[in-house]
C-alpha cells in the first residue's frame, strides 16, 4: 500500500481545498509547472487543465449567492493548480463513500497507523479542518455526477504561528472516469481553485517565494492519494473494511466525584 506523507493527511482534505500554497510543512518539488498560453495568471501559474475544469462546473444548478462564490474564485483566482491523472483499481461505491465521508476516511489513515490531525463533521454535509494556528476550513460537496466532483470551501489559513490569518475560499473540480459495472479501473485528477485577500496573499508569497506553486501541486496529488490508496485498500483487503471504517468510539466521559 502506498501511504501519503504523514504530515500531510491530516489537512490535505482541509487545506487543500482553499489554499494549499500556504500550507507550509510541505516539502518543495524540483519542477515548477509552465503557465499556459492562454490564461493570464495574477500571481503564479495557472495549468492547462483549468479551463475544462471550469467547464465541468455545473453553475446553473447553484443558487445565486453560490453561483457568484464559486464564479469569483474560479474566473478571478489567486493560484491554480492541477494534479496529474491518477489510475487505480476499487470499488465506485467505496470511492464515492469516501468523499463522502473525508471525517472517517482520516480516522482510517490513524487506525493505519498514520498520524494525521481530525477532520470533523459540522452537520449538514459540511466538514473542517482547524490547527492550533489557528486555521479553520469548512467545505462541502457542491456538485456529484459520474463524471466529476465539486467542492467548495471558505475558511482561513495561518501560515505558522507568525505568519498572517488569510482569509482564503477554494474550488477543488476531481474529473473522474469510473467503470461502468462500479468495479474496476478509476481514473482521476484535480484542479484547484484558490482566492485569497490580495494583501495577504501578497504577504504569504513574499514568505514563501516559488515554492507557493510546488506545495499548491504536491497538495493536489497528496488529495488525490487520500482517497485512492484507501479505496485500494479495501479492494485489496476486503476484511480490513469494517474495522478501518467503522465510526469513532463514543467519547467516555469522567466519572464525576
Known amino acids: ?3 501519503p506523507r504523514k504530515r500531510w493527511l491530516g489537512l490535505v482534505a482541509a487545506a487543500s481545498l482553499s489554499c494549499p500554497a500556504l500550507a507550509v510543512a510541505q516539502p518543495a518539488r524540483p519542477e515548477v ?5 492562454s490564461e493570464t495568471p495574477q500571481f503564479r501559474t495557472r495549468t492547462n487543465t483549468s479551463v475544462a475544469a471550469a467547464a465541468a462546473i455545473p453553475f446553473d444548478q447553484f443558487n445565486p449567492n453560490l453561483r457568484e462564490r464559486v464564479r469569483k474564485v474560479v474566473a478571478s483566482p489567486t493560484l491554480v493548480t492541477h494534479a496529474d491523472s491518477e489510475e487505480f483499481e476499487g470499488s465506485v461505491a467505496m470511492y464515492n463513500w469516501l468523499m463522502d465521508h473525508p471525517d472517517r476516511a482520516t480516522l482510517a489513515w490513524q487506525r493505519m497507523g498514520v498520524t494525521c490531525s481530525p477532520i470533523t463533521d459540522r452537520g449538514r454535509g459540511f466538514f473542517g479542518w482547524a490547527d492550533d494556528n489557528g486555521s479553520d476550513v469548512v467545505w462541502s460537496t457542491i456538485h456529484s455526477s459520474p463524471t466529476a466532483r465539486v467542492w467548495y470551501a471558505e475558511g482561513t489559513v495561518k501560515a505558522g504561528k507568525i505568519g498572517p490569518r488569510v482569509p482564503v475560499k477554494g474550488v477543488v473540480v476531481m474529473r473522474h472516469t469510473l467503470p461502468a459495472t462500479g468495479e474496476g479501473t478509476i481514473r482521476h485528477e484535480i484542479d484547484l481553485f484558490c482566492y485569497a485577500d490580495h494583501r495577504a496573499a501578497q504577504i504569504a508569497y513574499r514568505m ?6 510546488r506545495h499548491a501541486e504536491e497538495a493536489a496529488g497528496q488529495l488525490m492519494m487520500f482517497f485512492s490508496a484507501l479505496t485500494r485498500q479495501m479492494k485489496q483487503h476486503p476484511e480490513q473494511t469494517e474495522q478501518l471504517l467503522a465510526p469513532p468510539a463514543p467519547a467516555v466521559r469522567a466519572a464525576s466525584k
Open 208 to 213: 514563501m517565494g516559488n515554492k507557493v506553486d
Open 33 to 37: 509547472r509552465p503557465a499556459s498560453a
Open 1 to 3: 500500500m502506498i501511504v
